[in-house]
């Protein structure tokens, strides 16, 4: 591979390693580590059952100052505000993320979209991985090839992997293509969607009871589309305005029986 000599260090901050819900201490000190060794700084974690914890400060060796500036989360959608785009790291392929991709492609994907602002690697818990939920809030799903016989690959040789080919992927460009365009925010698409499953609700199309099945299926059909923050405004506009006849239509109803 090609090396240039001024790859710009901003991409590398920009790129957040996410944890969620990690069993052992253990594994977020060697995943501190493993980031450390390529680069990589910005660690966030998602509800970690121990930490701090003197065995992740062991595991972690000379990365402790990636643990003591860790960023601790209650929830997922926390961990991702401000981004433009997030990867769920699977072992398997799931129908809730229509967009597979290997490693290299997501280093490169990644390393574009950063140039913009903030990007996101999700791993889920050691022994259940990533939950439907939690990938819901993804716009992509990596896969690393593994001995289709013993798929198990552990949490911090995980991130090892997808840090190694960011590193490699970014030492080889000076520059990137720019961003295709400026893309909603997780957060933006989480207002987004708590607003449309509202709507869908209170227009009766959507059983607010068990609102998840649906939900989850328009989430993959938005996140085909990489929503641009225009298209989210544009989106909500119309979702205000059927609100709004909706509500015209009731208060008119309620108006006739009196």
């Known amino acids: 591979m090609k090396h240039t000599d001024s790859p710009d260090p901003k991409l590398l901050a920009n790129i957040r ?3 969620t819900r990690t069993s052992h201490p253990g594994n977020i000190g060697a995943t ?7 680069g990589l700084s910005q660690l966030y ?3 970690p059952a121990v930490f701090p914890n003197s065995q992740a400060d062991a595991m972690a060796a000379s990365a402790g100052d990636l643990l003591a500036q860790a960023h601790v989360c209650a929830t997922l959608a926390e961990a991702l505000a401000g981004t433009t785009l997030a990867l769920g790291v699977s072992a398997r392929r799931r129908d809730i993320v ?3 991709l290997t490693p290299p492609e997501a280093a490169t994907r990644l390393l574009t979209e950063a140039q913009a602002g903030p990007v996101a690697l999700v791993f889920g818990n050691e022994t259940s991985g990533m939950s439907n939920e939690e990938l819901g809030l993804c716009q992509g799903l990596v896969t690393i090839a593994a001995n289709p016989d013993y798929t198990s690959l552990n949490l911090a040789a995980a991130v090892q992997v997808l840090s190694y080919e960011i590193r490699q992927a970014w030492r080889g460009h000076a520059s990137w293509p720019q961003p295709e365009m400026d893309a909603a925010t997780g957060d933006e698409l989480e207002r ?3 607003h449309l499953e509202a709507a869908l609700a209170e227009l009766e199309f959507l059983n607010p009871g ?3 099945k649906l939900m989850l299926k328009l989430r993959r059909l938005f996140a085909r589309t990489r929503l641009a923050k225009e ?3 544009i989106l909500r506009g119309i979702l205000t305005a059927a609100q709004g ?4 239509a009731v208060k008119a109803r309620n108006h006739d029986v009196e």
Not at 245 to 248: C, G, L, P, V
């Open 98 to 100: 229509a967009d597979v």
């Open 245 to 248: 006849a909706q509500r015209a």
């Open 32 to 38: 501190a580590r493993a980031m450390k060794t390529m």
């Open 231 to 233: 298209e989210v405004n």
């Open 192 to 194: 987004f969607y708590g």
């Open 210 to 212: 068990s609102p998840s």
């Open 17 to 19: 390693i996410v944890l």
């Open 45 to 47: 974690l998602v509800t």
